[in-house]
């Protein structure tokens, strides 16, 4: 970065420096928000609320695009200025996008009309890919375009079920809900892939990391966009035993993935551990998929929850108190109670998958508070980080 360009980062406020730091710290805020307000629903203490489409429409889009693709665009618009090693989006730009987002979810909140919702709503994750792939495609980096395919292929199933709002279709909504779920799963196995060989190596000092496997990464990568489009078309909605060979080979690719990366000294680590509980979540929720299939599992929402609170939450606050760390210059080195943290989020999945069946409102609204009480911690002990400059004095 030549000199003029640092001092225009530099002048920039802190908060508008890098994507991470709006998305990570809105997203965060909006964890707690969102199922705060879900399991007041739920538990039958907000029936006056009544947002667009009812409030079950709001919760299954705005889990995963609402705050899960607030962490992905964080991320994402960080890593892409690593990868080329070009200024990523900040200052006025930055904000104007953020603000997209923020106004989408408070429109939902809050009732706006069918229209305006749609409008907010549409543009996010399109925008997100073209920021994205001008960016790779400056620089010709081919590695990193499937990642902007999927972020396409998300827009797609966030309009799927869009789409099923404004018909008042409850199956074309839980058809895009879920395909950009597993979607998103995907994204966690592409970039978990990346990542998580590195972290331990540099957690635990070891030599070198796990060596790649490409062509089980591209395995990997299409079978669960095959997934995803299966949801995505209606056809993997209703028990079908012609979808296992597919659900048992992804169980068996996610399981050899955590075999191999698997070190001893993680449990000494808490960013290594909490890692790696919420990549296990992911073969055991195509497990009871699986299961659901062949007619051994009466809830198919236990196995979607289980990816969902377990893969995409558990995922995602791993990596916002590594990530977080490492872009605002500090010692990779979490505040103790994060540990706790980590801890609350696996109790919050176990209590979602294993307790609701037995007693549900009971179930839900623990799973609820372990929930909101974990990224809680992270926001009480991280927040700070976003709006202040770097502590190496660097801009970014």
């Not at 970039?191 to 060989?197: A, F, K, L, N, S």
């Amino acid at each position: 970065m030549q000199l003029r360009d640092r001092q225009q980062e530099l002048a920039i406020a802190p908060l508008w420096r890098l994507g991470f730091r709006p998305f990570f710290l809105g997203g965060a805020l909006f964890a707690v928000l969102a199922i705060g307000l879900w399991a007041a629903a739920l538990l039958g203490y907000l029936s006056g609320w009544q947002p667009v489409g009812g409030s079950l429409a709001w919760h299954r889009h705005e889990l995963p695009f609402g705050f899960a693709v607030a962490i992905i665009a964080g991320f994402l618009l960080t890593a892409v200025q690593n990868w080329t090693g070009r200024s990523g989006l900040s200052g006025w730009p930055l904000a104007a996008l953020f603000g997209l987002w923020l106004l989408a979810r408070l429109a939902w909140l809050f009732g706006a009309p069918l229209p305006l919702l749609l409008a907010l709503q549409l543009p996010f994750l399109p925008l997100l890919a073209l920021l994205l792939g001008r960016q790779l495609w400056q620089v010709r980096q081919w590695r990193n375009y499937p990642l902007v395919v999927v972020v396409l292929l998300m827009a797609g199933c966030e309009w799927l079920l869009l789409y099923g709002l404004a018909l008042s279709d409850d199956a074309l909504q839980r058809r895009g809900a879920l395909a950009g779920l597993w979607l998103i799963a995907a994204l966690v196995s592409i970039i978990g892939g990346r990542v998580i060989p590195f972290f331990i190596q540099r957690g635990l000092n070891r030599l070198a990391p796990v060596a790649p496997r490409p062509r089980l990464d591209l395995l990997v990568l299409v079978l669960s966009l095959s997934l995803a489009l299966l949801f995505a078309c209606g056809l993997a909605m209703q028990p079908s035993l012609w979808l296992l060979p597919l659900l048992l080979v992804l169980v068996a690719l996610h399981g050899l993935r955590l075999w191999r990366w698997y070190d001893a000294g993680i449990w000494r680590v808490p960013l290594l551990w909490s890692l790696h509980l919420a990549y296990a979540w992911l073969p055991l929720a195509l497990l009871a998929l699986a299961a659901w299939h062949v007619g051994w599992l009466s809830n198919v929402s236990l196995a979607y929850h289980a990816l969902a609170l377990g893969t995409v939450g558990g995922a995602i606050l791993a990596m916002l108190a590594r990530v977080s760390l490492g872009h605002t210059g500090r010692p990779l080195q979490p505040p103790a109670v994060m540990g706790w943290a980590f801890a609350s989020l696996q109790l919050a999945v176990m209590a979602r998958v294993l307790l609701v069946p037995l007693a549900p409102a009971a179930g839900h609204g623990l799973s609820s508070l372990l929930w909101v009480v974990a990224f809680t911690l992270f926001v009480r002990h991280y927040a700070v980080m976003f709006w202040t400059a770097r502590v190496d004095g660097q801009p970014g």
